[in-house]
């Protein structure tokens, strides 16, 4: 494992956006937060969710198919590659998540872009104070958030055996403790 600051190093060679940087920071708050409640090693599961993207800019009509030889010159073990291959499983990726961790990268990847996309609407602009029943609201409405895949995040929650307001929940929980540094504190 390398620390977070070279995975940070990592992802800067290969990307620059600051949407995605948000994004990648989006998906590890998620990952930590959902180590630390099943006992896993946060870190770890931060880091798959902060390089779960690495390939994505440079990459996007290829999106993990450059990944493995990325992560590989990087020194990280086939373990770390299959969990990250596993979030475009069915999408861009023939990888099935197997491992829980997976199967949170799986389901949170979409999942917290489409937080994001209802706490830019909202008038605080924050996800300080939203609520299950705000993402919820926004859920079924096929033009809100078009490009987000909510069949995956459905899928996902599935395959963990939570309902999907409670993967909800815990994920607005993940991003309110990284507001600030996700650009969701907006002006709370």
């Known amino acids: 494992m390398i620390s977070r600051e070279k995975a940070i190093q990592l992802w800067r060679t290969?990307?620059?956006?600051?949407?995605?940087?948000?994004?990648?920071?989006?998906?590890?708050?998620?990952?930590?937060?959902?180590?630390?409640?099943?006992?896993f090693d946060p870190e770890f599961w931060g880091i798959v969710g902060l390089l779960h993207d690495v390939d994505y800019q440079q990459f996007p009509e290829e999106h993990l198919q450059h990944s493995r030889e990325i992560l590989e010159k990087a020194g990280f073990d086939e373990a770390f590659i299959h969990a990250v291959e596993s979030h475009g499983w069915g999408i861009c990726s023939a990888v099935e998540p197997e491992h829980r961790m997976e199967?949170?990268?799986?389901?949170?990847?979409?999942?917290?872009?489409?937080?994001?996309?209802?706490?830019?609407?909202?008038?605080?602009?924050?996800?300080?104070?939203?609520?299950?029943?705000?993402?919820?609201?926004?859920?079924?409405?096929?033009a809100f958030a078009a490009g987000v895949r909510r069949d995956v995040i459905e899928k996902g929650a599935a395959m963990l055996g939570l309902p999907l307001e409670t993967l909800i929940a815990e994920t607005i929980l993940a991003l309110r403790k990284e507001a600030e540094a996700v650009g969701l504190k907006g002006s709370l």
């Open 14 to 39: 290969y990307n620059s956006e600051d949407s995605l940087y948000r994004h990648a920071l989006s998906v590890e708050a998620a990952m930590r937060h959902f180590a630390e409640k099943e006992g």
């Open 103 to 142: 199967k949170y990268l799986f389901a949170v990847d979409e999942l917290t872009g489409f937080i994001a996309a209802c706490a830019y609407v909202r008038p605080s602009k924050s996800v300080l104070d939203m609520e299950v029943k705000s993402v919820k609201k926004k859920w079924g409405s096929a």
